[in-house]
Nanobody, 116 residues
Framework: QVQLVESGGGLVQAGGSLRLSCAAS????????MTWYRQAPGKERELVAAITNGGSTAYADSVKGRFTISRDNAKNTLYLQMNSLKPEDTAVYYC??????????WGQGTQVTVSS
């Protein structure tokens, strides 16, 4: 089994930066893709960024150029560097791990609040 634990959320002013981490633990981890999602109050959960085990990345248009997703395979940790934060980035951020044998696993989420 795999467990994901997010950290790094908090309160930041508009224009500031924040770095989220998602640590994966468990024996026999086989993850092909890791993603960051977010969900703002009253809105559906949306995909923010994704990274494959080969290092390919993809971003939502709303965060492209401001956010950077990365992955440390040796530490089994996913990161999301968020720069030039805007109030509309306020949401609970979730990490997800996917593998053909693993299935889909979610973390508990971490709150990001950006003040104007």
């Amino acid at each position: 089994q795999v467990q994901l634990v997010e950290s790094g959320g908090g309160l930041v002013q508009a224009g500031g930066s924040l770095r989220l981490s998602c640590a994966a633990s468990g024996d026999g981890i086989s993850i092909s893709t890791m993603t960051w999602y977010r969900q703002a109050p009253g809105k559906e959960r949306e995909l923010v960024a994704a990274i494959t085990n080969g290092g390919s990345t993809a971003y939502a248009d709303s965060v492209k150029g401001r956010f950077t997703i990365s992955r440390d395979n040796a530490k089994n940790t996913l990161y999301l560097q968020m720069n030039s934060l805007k109030p509309e980035d306020t949401a609970v951020y979730y990490c997800n791990a996917f593998g053909l044998l693993l299935g889909s696993v979610w973390g508990q989420g971490t709150q990001v609040t950006v003040s104007s």
